[in-house]
C-alpha cells in the first residue's frame, strides 16, 4: 500500500486574505494553496488573521462603494452619448435612403463603360455603422458582455486603469449592456413575503365531539374544521367539553357493546349433525 501524499505547509499572504475577504470558499482556497481546508479554517482562526480578514473585508467594501459612486456619476454621461450615437445613425441611415431613392428617380441606363464608372462614382455611400467602428477594445469587450460579464471584468479584460479611460475607449452602447449586466449581478431584494391566511374561528358541532371521543387526532380535525390544532386542543380542555366528551366516550362504549352483544345473539346454534359422535 502506497504511503499517503503530504500535504504541503500553508504559505499565506496578502492574496489570500483578500480572497477569503471576497468570499471565496475555504476548499477552493486550500486546493489552490496544497493544504487541507482545515489547515485553512484554524489559520483563519487566529486573533491576528481574524483582525486582518476583518479590515481587508472593510477595504473591500469601501472599494466596492467607491467604484458604485463613480459609475453612478458616469453611467448618465455614457448613456446619453449611446443614445446620441443611436439618433445619429438613424439619421444618416435616414438620409442614405433618401439620397438612393432620388437617384432611382432619375436613373437611366448608362450609355457607355465611362458613364457606368460615373454612376458608380456618385451613387450614395452606406455610412458606416458602430459595428464598422469598432477597434481591438470594442470586440474584446463585445465578448465579455456577450457572456454576462460587466464593467469591472471589461476594464480586466481590456487591461485599463482608469474608469475614464475606459469610457473614452469603449462603444457606450456597449458599456450600457455591461450596465445591465451589473444590475442583474446585484443581490436582489427578498420578495415580500405573502401573508399567511388566517385561520377561521373554531365553530364546533355535536359532529366535532363524537370525531374525537371516535379517537380522531386533532391535526386531522383542524384541518377539517380550518383551525389551528392548538385551538382545538384549548377547546377540549375546557371543563364543560370534557366532561361531554368524556361522555360521549361512554356511550360509544356502550354502543359498541350492544352491537357485539346483538352479532353473538343472531348467531345460529351450532349443528347437532356436525356434533362429535363417540368412538366405537
Given at each position: 500500500?502506497?504511503?499517503?501524499?503530504?500535504?504541503?505547509?500553508?504559505?499565506?499572504d496578502a492574496e489570500l486574505?483578500?480572497?477569503?475577504a471576497?468570499?471565496e470558499?475555504?476548499r477552493q482556497?486550500?486546493?489552490?494553496y496544497?493544504?487541507?481546508h482545515?489547515?485553512?479554517g484554524?489559520?483563519?482562526?487566529?486573533p491576528q488573521?481574524k483582525?486582518e480578514l476583518a479590515?481587508a473585508?472593510?477595504q473591500l467594501?469601501a472599494e466596492?462603494?467607491?467604484?458604485?459612486s463613480?459609475w453612478r456619476?458616469l453611467?448618465?454621461?455614457?448613456?446619453?452619448?449611446?443614445?446620441e450615437?443611436?439618433?445619429?445613425e438613424r439619421e444618416?441611415h435616414k438620409?442614405?435612403q433618401?439620397a438612393?431613392a432620388?437617384r432611382?428617380?432619375?436613373w437611366?441606363?448608362?450609355?457607355?463603360?465611362?458613364e457606368?464608372l460615373?454612376?458608380?462614382?456618385?451613387?450614395?455611400?452606406r455610412?458606416?455603422t458602430?459595428a464598422?467602428?469598432h477597434?481591438?477594445?470594442?470586440?474584446?469587450?463585445?465578448?465579455?458582455?456577450a457572456?454576462g460579464g460587466?464593467t469591472?471584468?471589461?476594464?480586466?479584460a481590456?487591461?485599463?486603469?482608469t474608469?475614464?479611460?475606459?469610457?473614452?475607449?469603449?462603444?457606450?452602447?456597449i458599456l450600457?449592456q455591461?450596465?445591465a449586466n451589473?444590475?442583474?449581478?446585484?443581490p436582489?431584494?427578498?420578495?415580500?413575503l405573502?401573508?399567511?391566511?388566517?385561520?377561521?374561528?373554531?365553530v364546533?358541532d355535536?359532529a366535532?365531539?363524537?370525531?374525537?371521543?371516535?379517537?380522531?387526532?386533532?391535526?386531522?380535525?383542524?384541518?377539517?374544521?380550518?383551525?389551528?390544532?392548538?385551538?382545538?386542543?384549548?377547546?377540549?380542555a375546557?371543563t364543560e367539553?370534557?366532561?361531554?366528551?368524556?361522555?360521549?366516550?361512554r356511550?360509544?362504549?356502550a354502543?359498541?357493546?350492544a352491537r357485539t352483544?346483538?352479532?353473538?345473539?343472531?348467531?345460529p346454534p351450532?349443528?347437532?349433525n356436525h356434533?362429535a359422535q363417540?368412538?366405537?
Open positions: 500500500m502506497s504511503a499517503r501524499r503530504r500535504l504541503r505547509r500553508l504559505v499565506p486574505i483578500r480572497r477569503r471576497a468570499g470558499p475555504l482556497l486550500a486546493g489552490d496544497g493544504v487541507a482545515t489547515t485553512v484554524r489559520y483563519f482562526a487566529r488573521v483582525t479590515q473585508r472593510r467594501r466596492q462603494a467607491a467604484r458604485t463613480a456619476r453611467e448618465p454621461a455614457v448613456r446619453r452619448r449611446a443614445n450615437q443611436a439618433a445619429r444618416e438620409r442614405f433618401l438612393w432620388e432611382g428617380s432619375r437611366r441606363p448608362p450609355r457607355d463603360q465611362y457606368t460615373l454612376n458608380e462614382h456618385e451613387a450614395p455611400r455610412p458606416p458602430r464598422d467602428r477597434n481591438s477594445f470594442d470586440e474584446i469587450a463585445k465578448r465579455v458582455v457572456a460587466g469591472q471584468a471589461v476594464i480586466d481590456n487591461e485599463l486603469s474608469l475614464k479611460q475606459l469610457a473614452d475607449t469603449i462603444d457606450p452602447a450600457t455591461a450596465f451589473d444590475a442583474l449581478q446585484l436582489q431584494p427578498p420578495l415580500a405573502k401573508p399567511r391566511p388566517r385561520p377561521r374561528r373554531l364546533p355535536a366535532l365531539i363524537r370525531r374525537r371521543a371516535a379517537g380522531e387526532p386533532l391535526r386531522q380535525l383542524a384541518h377539517d374544521y380550518q383551525v389551528n390544532h392548538t385551538t382545538l386542543s384549548r377547546y377540549f375546557r367539553i370534557d366532561r361531554q366528551l368524556q361522555h360521549t366516550r356511550q360509544l362504549r354502543q359498541r357493546r352483544a346483538g352479532r353473538r345473539s343472531a348467531q351450532p349443528d347437532s356434533a363417540p368412538h366405537n
